[in-house]
């Protein structure tokens, strides 16, 4: 791989990662929102540290996608699955609302980094 195409790879996934990844999370969480205000309910705020995970994620795809090895990636989403179900577990405090709530926006991010990663990956392999 061209040392360029890599770097330019991993600038574009940073931007998407910094600037497109959040955007389309507070897009999902708004219209979680507005679903729940409809039915009286509440969504809680954010948990801080959300970001820096998602962007260490994007790192995480974007390295596994350039070529370090797919199984970094399986590695990284077996332990967030895994993580995210015993928090969910845990805690008697979550509604079956709140916990779709969270899972959509989950998979939304997750989805939203591996896109960014592959775009980025994508770029590194240009000659």
């Not at 195409?5 to 219209?31: E, F």
């Not at 995480?60 to 350039?66: D, E, G, P, Q, R």
Request: hydrophobic share 50%; aromatic share 12%.
């Amino acid at each position: 791989m061209n040392m360029w195409s890599v770097l330019l790879g991993a600038s574009v996934t940073g931007v998407l990662s910094y600037y497109y990844v959040p955007w389309l999370i507070m897009r999902v969480d708004a219209k979680v929102q507005e679903s729940l205000r409809d039915r009286n309910e509440e969504m809680l705020p954010r948990t801080p540290g959300g970001d820096i995970v998602g962007y260490l994620e994007c790192i995480i795809f974007f390295a596994s996608f350039a070529g370090v090895g797919v199984l970094l990636a399986a590695a990284w989403l077996v332990f967030k699955t895994a993580a995210t179900w015993k928090t969910w577990e845990s805690s008697n405090k979550v509604t079956f609302t709140e916990v779709s709530a969270k899972y959509r926006s989950i998979m939304v991010g997750t989805g939203a980094n591996i896109v960014a990663a592959l775009i980025g990956a994508g770029l590194a392999h240009l000659p």
